[in-house]
C-alpha cells in the first residue's frame, strides 16, 4: 500500500546550523502533511501543518514546504538548540479519509 | 498544556495478567485512536474510535481490546498480558470539525513492560 516514508533515518547537525528533514509520500490524492515532534518518553507533538493547496507555510523557527510534483515534504528548522533533539514524523491525510498515515520518523540529534 | 491524559505512564506486569491502559480527554473530540511504539520507531495504529459506541481495529493487529462508553474515555485492555507486549502505548485525539485541521494530540503514553 501507499505510505509515507523518510529518506533518512538520523540526522546530526552542529548547534546553530540549519536543519533539513525530508519526508516523501506517494498517494497523489494526500491533501494535508503534519510534522511532529517527538522528544525522548513523550507523545509526539505537533509542530506544524500544510494543506496541498500551498507549496510553503512558516512558524516560529521552522517551515514546512511541499512540493506536489516530486510527492515531497521537508521540515527546516532554524538555527538548530539542544532541544530540538528529537525523533520527527511526518504524517498525510488520504484526501477524503479520516486517518493519518505517519512515516517511519527521523532522529536528530545537536551536536553541541 | 496536554488535554489528553493517560495512565499510567510506566507499569511493569507478569506475563498473564490483565491489565487496562487508561486514556482521557477534555476536548470534547469524537476520534481517539490507540497507537503501539517501540521507541523511536514507527507508530503502528491498533485501534480507532469516530465516537461513542464505535471502535475498530487497526492497521497492527493487536490482542488488546478497547471501549467507548463515553466521549472522554477510551480504555484499552490486554486480558492476558504477554512480554511481545512489552511497549509504548500512545492514545490521541482529533476532531477536524472545529476548524483546526486534521492533526492529533498525543497524550504522553504508557510504557509496558510485561514480565
Known amino acids: 500500500g501507499e505510505s509515507v516514508g523518510l529518506h533518512l533515518p538520523t540526522l546530526s547537525v552542529q548547534e546553530g546550523d540549519n536543519s533539513i528533514i525530508n519526508c516523501a509520500y506517494s498517494n497523489s490524492a494526500s491533501d494535508y502533511f503534519i510534522w511532529y515532534k517527538q522528544e525522548s518518553g513523550k507523545g509526539p507533538q505537533f509542530i506544524i501543518d500544510?494543506?496541498?493547496?500551498?507549496d510553503k507555510r512558516q512558524g516560529q523557527r521552522v517551515t514546512v514546504l511541499l512540493n506536489k510534483t516530486v510527492k515531497h515534504l521537508s521540515l527546516q528548522i532554524a538555527a538548530t538548540q539542544p532541544g530540538d533533539s528529537a525523533v520527527y514524523f511526518c504524517a498525510e491525510r488520504f484526501q477524503g479519509a479520516q486517518k493519518l498515515v505517519f512515516g517511519q520518523g527521523t532522529r536528530l540529534t545537536i551536536n553541541p | 498544556e496536554a488535554d489528553i491524559y493517560q495512565t499510567p505512564r510506566y507499569l511493569v506486569i507478569g506475563t498473564g495478567k490483565k491489565i487496562t491502559l487508561e486514556c482521557s480527554q477534555t476536548m470534547g473530540h469524537d476520534k481517539m485512536y490507540w497507537y503501539q511504539q517501540d521507541p523511536g520507531m514507527e507508530l503502528h495504529l491498533i485501534h480507532y474510535s469516530y465516537g461513542v459506541n464505535s471502535t475498530e481495529k487497526g492497521d497492527l493487529s493487536s490482542e488488546s481490546t478497547v471501549s467507548r462508553i463515553r466521549t472522554e474515555h477510551f480504555p484499552l485492555t490486554l486480558e492476558s498480558a504477554r512480554p511481545s507486549h512489552t511497549s509504548q502505548y500512545l492514545c490521541?485525539?482529533?476532531?477536524?470539525?472545529?476548524?483546526?485541521?486534521?492533526?492529533?494530540?498525543f497524550g504522553s503514553g504508557t510504557r509496558l513492560t510485561v514480565v
Open positions: 500544510i494543506r496541498s493547496n500551498m
Open positions: 490521541a485525539s482529533s476532531d477536524p470539525g472545529t476548524g483546526g485541521g486534521y492533526g492529533y494530540t
